[in-house]
Nanobody, 124 residues
Framework: QVQLVESGGGLVQAGGSLRLSCAAS????????MGWFRQAPGKEREFVVA????????RYSDSVKGRFTISRDNAKNTVYLQMNSLKPEDTAVYYC?????????????????WGQGTQVTVSS
């Protein structure tokens, strides 16, 4: 199994920044890529961004492209999500997830391990 622990969420004003972290442990060798998803109240969970552990390939959703940046530290088995120019519509619980599949899938079904989530609230 892979254990994932997110941190770094909080309350920020619109236009501000936050940095989320996701630390992976356990059978991390089984993980090809890591993704961030988010779920706002009353809405379905949506894909935000993904990154491969090996070469660092990335895939962003259109809603965050140019504002969010994903990175990884292979030595620490940790993935980061730098979120800039935050908007109230970015308010959600953010989850990191691990995928064993080649490619950077945007569907939640491509990910087999999930963190507990961290709340991000952007005030207007």
């Amino acid at each position: 199994q892979v254990q994932l622990v997110e941190s770094g969420g909080g309350l920020v004003q619109a236009g501000g920044s936050l940095r989320l972290s996701c630390a992976a442990s356990g059978r991390t060798f089984s993980s090809y890529a890591m993704g961030w998803f988010r779920q706002a109240p009353g809405k379905e969970r949506e894909f935000v961004v993904a990154i491969s552990w090996s070469v660092g390939s990335t895939r962003y959703s259109d809603s965050v492209k140019g504002r969010f940046t994903i990175s990884r530290d292979n030595a620490k088995n940790t993935v980061y999500l730098q979120m800039n120019s935050l908007k109230p519509e970015d308010t959600a619980v953010y989850y990191c997830a691990s995928s064993p599949y080649y490619g950077l899938g945007s569907g939640s079904g491509k990910y087999d391990y999930w963190g507990q989530g961290t709340q991000v609230t952007v005030s207007s």
